[in-house]
């Protein structure tokens, strides 16, 4: 939807990390931003700060999507962008998995995004778009990750679950699905846990590690009108981990 109005996005982990670079790329882009987080933003370009409405908000309360919906409508009246980036890591294998950490895990990761997914569509025109930020390891097994992975599996469902029940009124949604991105927790894991380096760091066909940036461009291209026609796809963003096996 790309017709000079005030293009709103929702974002939400707006604050850190992937959720940042997306918040720049869309800036850079021409949106109105609904930066949503527990955490303040640490940075807002001057230049334009009056099209950032920060609220801080904790999505994993069943109440908040409605609040940010209603926030967003009432600041510029639609919502032409949904991006569900917030999310939580660092799971355990089925065995060691209680049912607060698969029920805190399963709700944080989807069940919030449902949630904002359901309150935002109703807001929703023809040439709007949801974005869910999954993970490669929705899409294969490895170990020591079980309910991050199912909750991750179950974004994607609902990627192309709401594809083709949303595509024929013009609402395309779409995921990405990052693999090994350099961030702080990264690259402590890194440095101090062997098999993690193993399987990440060296089972990655590519010199570098993936940077927030890389996961916000393919946002900014899937909210574009250059994806117009892309609907239902999950865009792995791993620097090859996936192919590699």
């Not at 908040?64 to 962008?81: F, K, N, S």
């Not at 919030?112 to 930020?133: N, T, Y």
């Not at 590690?209 to 963003?237: M, Q, T, W, Y």
Request: with cysteine.
């Amino acid at each position: 939807m790309e017709d000079g109005k005030r293009r709103t996005a929702i974002l939400t982990g707006a604050a850190g990390g992937i959720g940042q670079a997306c918040l720049a790329e869309l800036l850079k882009d021409g949106w109105h931003v609904v930066a949503a987080d527990r955490q303040p933003l640490p940075w807002i370009p001057q230049e334009a700060a009056s099209r950032v409405l920060e609220l801080r908000a904790d999505i994993s309360l069943p109440n908040a999507a409605a609040h940010i919906a209603e926030e967003a409508v009432r600041w510029t009246g639609r919502i032409d962008l949904l991006c569900n980036n917030a999310g939580i890591g660092n799971a355990g294998p089925v065995h060691e998995t209680s049912d607060a950490d698969l029920l805190r895990f399963m709700n944080v990761n989807f069940a919030a995004a449902f949630r904002l997914s359901r309150v935002a569509l109703p807001h929703m025109e023809s040439g709007a778009s949801i974005i869910h930020i999954t993970s490669v390891l929705g899409l294969l097994g490895t170990p020591s990750t079980a309910a991050y992975a199912a909750s991750k599996a179950a974004l994607i469902g609902l990627t192309r679950q709401m594809a083709r029940e949303y595509g024929p009124r013009g609402i395309r949604t779409n995921a990405v699905a990052p693999g090994l991105i350099d961030t702080q927790l990264v690259r402590d894991r890194l440095n101090n846990d062997a098999a993690f380096r193993r399987i990440w760091k060296d089972g990655t066909p590519f010199p570098r590690l993936g940077k927030p940036e890389d996961i916000a461009k393919a946002v900014r291209f899937l909210a574009s009108g250059d994806a117009a026609f892309v609907n239902g796809h999950v865009l792995v963003v791993d620097g090859g981990w996936s192919a590699a096996g």
